[in-house]
C-alpha cells in the first residue's frame, strides 16, 4: 500500500492484520482501528491534540501502580468499566445488579469522615437464589472503598443470612491528583463517589457478584464519578441515637443498621 | 442518573461533560466516549479482555521513556499517526507530501546494515515554491532515522540547492522488545520499516514539511510498519560502483546518489 491517505489508512490497517492467528484478537483490533480512526476524522484531531493525548496516556501508565491503578481511573470516568459490567453482567430480573469494581479512592479524608469515623455500621442480609431459597455458605466480602484493613470476609449461614459491623461509609473522592484528575477538573467534573459498600459474593452454583450498596439521600447519588450507582442498588441506611444493635448488645452511642438481600443468578452449564 | 445500563451510560457520560469550560475538549471528548464506548459494545468486551487492555495501555505507558516512545509506537503502527497527519497536512497538488514523524527503531543493528554502514549516499536536492521559484536558505535537518549522531542541519543556497552525504538508510525494525512489540507478534505482523531518510524543512512563509524519502525497491515498501509510504516519496537511490561524487571528488568505492526536489506550501495568512 504505496498510497495510503485519509480515506484508504483505515483499511490497509485492517487488511495488515489478516494474518492474525487469533480470530477474536482480529476481531476486536478491527473494531478498535476504526473506531480510533472514525474519532480521529470525526473531530478532525490536530497534531498538538494528538501529541497531548499521546503524553496524557503514557502519564496515566506511568501513573498506574498497585493501590493507584490510574488507567482503570480513566475508564472509569469515561464511564467503559460501567459499560463493560453492563454487557457482562446481564442477569434475570430479580437478581442484584452488578456495579463497577472500586476504584481507588483518594488517600485523604473526606469531609464529614472525622465525625463518622467512630460510629458502627451494623449489616445484617442475607444472600438468596433467584426462588427466594437462602444460599448457605456463601462467601462475603466486604468493606469500605479502600479500607483494606476494614475488609470483611465472611460466610452466610444455614438460612443464608450474615451479619458484620463495620465503620459508617461516607462519600469519597477517587484519587485525582494524576492526570484522570486534571482532565475531570478540564471537564468541570468532580472526583466524588457516593457513600457506598463493596461486596464479592461467592457461592458454588452462582455467578460471582461484584456490586456496591449506596446510601439512600447522598449528595453525589446522581453523579458518581465513576457512574457505578444503580437504582436497585440505593438502600436505607438507618441511624439509630441509641439502643439496641444488631448483634444483641445495647449501644448508648448512635449507630447505623443496613438490611439488604443479595440474589444470586445460578450458573449454567456444568459448573456445579 | 440512577438508571444506568448499557444503553443509557454513553449520554450520562456525555450529559457530565456540559460544565466544561472548554468547547473544543468537550467536543473531543464527547466523540472519544461515544467511540470508545460504541467499540465496546460491538465487540461486546468481555471483563478479561477490558481488563487486559487496561494492564497493556498502562505497561506502554510504563515503557515511554524519551527516545523510546512507545506510546507513539503503538499510534505509529494502529495508523493513528498517519491518519492524523493525513488530516492536518493537507496541501495542494505538487507539494510534497508529509509523512509521520519518526518513529523509534530499534537499537540493533538491521541484516544488511554492516555492510553499508561504510558506504556513503550522496543527497543532492532542491527546495522550492509550488510555482518552481527556489527558495533561498531554508533550514534542513535531515538523517537516518534514530541516528542522531548523522544528522545533518544545513541551509539550501541561493538556488535552493543543497548537498550532504551520510550513511546508505537501510530498512529497520522499530522498537519491537515491549508491549507494542508483543502485539504485533500476536497479529502476525513484523516490525519493519523501509529505508528512508528523514527530513524536516523550515523556511519563512513556507509551511513546515516533517517527511521521507523512501529508496525504491526496498522490500518493505508495501509493509510500512508506521503506514508512512507515499508513492510521491519513493525515489530512485542510484548506486555507482566508482566515479565522480557530486561534492567533486573520486570514490574508488562504490557509492549511492540521491536526487529529490521538495516544494513547499506557501503559508496562508499574516505569517511572513
Chains 1, 2 share one sequence.
Not at 477474536?24 to 501529541?51: G, I
Not at 499521546?54 to 488507567?71: D, I, K, Q, S, T
Not at 430479580?94 to 476504584?103: D, M, P, Q, R, Y
Not at 482532565?183 to 468532580?190: I, P, S
Amino acid at each position: 500500500m504505496r498510497h495510503i491517505n485519509e480515506d484508504t489508512i483505515t483499511q490497509a490497517v485492517i487488511a495488515r492484520h489478516a494474518a492474525a492467528g487469533d480470530a477474536r484478537l482480529r476481531e476486536v483490533m478491527t473494531s478498535l482501528v476504526q473506531h480510533l480512526h472514525a474519532f480521529a476524522r470525526e473531530v478532525k484531531l490536530t497534531e498538538a491534540e494528538w501529541d497531548g493525548g499521546l503524553r496524557f496516556l503514557a502519564e496515566c501508565g506511568r501513573a498506574h501502580v498497585p493501590g493507584r491503578p490510574e488507567v482503570t481511573l480513566l475508564s472509569d470516568t469515561l464511564g467503559l468499566s460501567a459499560l463493560v459490567t453492563a454487557l457482562n453482567q446481564r442477569k434475570p430480573r430479580g437478581c442484584t445488579e452488578a456495579s463497577v469494581a472500586a476504584s481507588a479512592p483518594a488517600d485523604v479524608a473526606a469531609p464529614g469522615r472525622g465525625s463518622d469515623a467512630g460510629e458502627r455500621c451494623y449489616v445484617c442480609g442475607r444472600v438468596l437464589a433467584l426462588d427466594g431459597t437462602p444460599i448457605a455458605g456463601a462467601e462475603i466480602r466486604a468493606g469500605r472503598a479502600g479500607d483494606d484493613t476494614g475488609q470483611e470476609r465472611l460466610l452466610t449461614g444455614a438460612d443464608g443470612s450474615f451479619l458484620f459491623s463495620t465503620g459508617v461509609a461516607v462519600p469519597r473522592p477517587i484519587a485525582h491528583d494524576g492526570p484522570v484528575g486534571r482532565l475531570l477538573h478540564a471537564l468541570g467534573r468532580h472526583p466524588w463517589r457516593p457513600a457506598h459498600l463493596s461486596f464479592i459474593i461467592s457461592a458454588p452454583g452462582y455467578e460471582r457478584l461484584v456490586t456496591h450498596v449506596f446510601r439512600q439521600g447522598d449528595p453525589f447519588l446522581d453523579a458518581d464519578a465513576a457512574f457505578g450507582v444503580r437504582g436497585s442498588l440505593v438502600a436505607d441506611w438507618v441511624r439509630h441515637e441509641r439502643g439496641r444493635t444488631p448483634d444483641g448488645h445495647t449501644s448508648e452511642r448512635p449507630f447505623t443498621t443496613l438490611d439488604f438481600a443479595f440474589v444470586l443468578n445460578a450458573t449454567t452449564g456444568d459448573t456445579p
